[in-house]
Nanobody, 115 residues
Framework: QIQLAESGGGLVQAGGSLRLSCAAS????????MGWYRQVPGEQRELVAS??????TNYADSVKGRFTISRPNAKTVNLQIISLKPEDTAVYYC??????????WGQGTQVTVSS
């Protein structure tokens, strides 16, 4: 069982920056991939960025060049965001996938970008 805790969300003006962090805790043997998703109420949750234990990264086209995912250790994933846009407003969820392909989710952190 893995618990994920996100932090770093908030209200930011367009063009501003945020740094989101996610820390995994609990009984952890291995986490193959960690990432960030975002969701607007009533809409589908979408992948923002992900990173494997080997450092391979993947980004949504809409965030390339503005979002940077990093994994300083096997249980932590960060998302550095610059040049925020109003359309980035969403609840951002940390995600982790075990080698057994079990998905774990954090409770989410709200990011609101004002114009």
């Amino acid at each position: 069982q893995i618990q994920l805790a996100e932090s770093g969300g908030g209200l930011v003006q367009a063009g501003g920056s945020l740094r989101l962090s996610c820390a995994a805790s609990g009984r952890i043997l291995s986490i193959n991939r960690m990432g960030w998703y975002r969701q607007v109420p009533g809409e589908q949750r979408e992948l923002v960025a992900s990173i494997t234990i080997y450092g391979s990264t993947n980004y949504a086209d809409s965030v390339k060049g503005r979002f940077t995912i990093s994994r300083p250790n096997a249980k932590t994933v960060n998302l550095q965001i610059i040049s925020l846009k109003p359309e980035d407003t969403a609840v951002y969820y940390c995600n982790a996938i075990s080698p057994a392909e079990i998905n774990y989710w954090g409770q989410g952190t709200q990011v609101t970008v004002s114009s």
